[in-house]
């Protein structure tokens, strides 16, 4: 069945560090995949998004781009700040408009 | 502006009760969800509907009901049958059809208790 797999975390970064959650997919068709963040105690928010092979979303500084041939939409940016410390989900939306989240993966940034 | 508003924002249960979450959207989502988050953990998907009147049991339904009378509104009822209600509950909503694409929208969340 479809399925999202994330790395593990948490993961924890200095200030300005580079910063890359990997995130892989197993679906049938072509998915839709989102990038969502959660602050806590908070629902989540869209953070970015592609809707076919080799698009490029990106948001906040924030980038992924959707690759067919190695299923996978890793997020990266390029210097994280304390602020984008949060949970951060992959997920994948199919044609039946059924939408899989990977488990998360917690970042914390430290001054 | 459009959203999706969840109420309350913390509820407590006591032992032997039913209660229910409220879920109202304004952004004309024909599609909208429910979803159960443990600390720590990913959503897990409890209830969705796809049109008015129309729902389906996602991947955790026992101990929940759901009902959908009107395109804006989607309530959840943890009733005492779910024997570990305790979680943040996560509604959302999507479009539809030539809007399948787009992404879901989320509520800010009802944290429930057991008293």
């Known amino acids: 069945g479809d399925s999202v797999t994330q790395m593990e975390g948490p993961v924890t970064l200095s200030e300005e560090a580079f910063l890359t959650i990997n995130c892989t997919y197993t679906a049938t068709g072509y998915p839709s995949l989102f990038w969502y963040v959660q602050y806590p105690g908070e629902g989540l928010q869209l953070l970015l998004k592609a809707t076919k092979a080799d698009d490029k979303g990106s948001n906040k500084g924030f980038e992924a781009t959707y690759r067919k041939e190695t299923t996978s939409f890793h997020l990266e940016k390029g210097s994280v700040q304390v602020s984008d410390s949060a949970v951060y989900f992959c997920?994948?939306?199919?044609?039946?408009?059924?939408?899989?989240f990977g488990p998360g993966t917690s970042l914390s940034v430290i001054p | 502006d459009g959203g999706i508003t969840q109420s309350p924002k913390y509820l407590f249960r006591k032992e032997g009760q039913n209660v229910t979450l409220s879920c109202e959207q304004n952004l004309n989502h024909d599609a909208m969800y429910w979803y159960r988050q443990d600390p720590g953990q990913g959503l897990r998907l409890i209830y969705y509907s796809q049109i008015v009147n129309d729902f389906q049991k996602g991947d955790i339904a026992e101990g929940y009901s759901v009902s959908r009378e009107k395109k804006e509104s989607f309530p959840l009822t943890v009733t005492s049958a779910q024997k570990n209600p305790t979680a943040f509950y996560l509604c959302a909503s999507s479009g539809q059809g030539e809007w399948a694409n787009q992404p879901q929208h989320f509520g800010d969340g009802t944290r429930l208790s057991i008293l």
């Open positions: 997920a994948l939306k199919t044609s039946y408009d059924k939408v899989i």
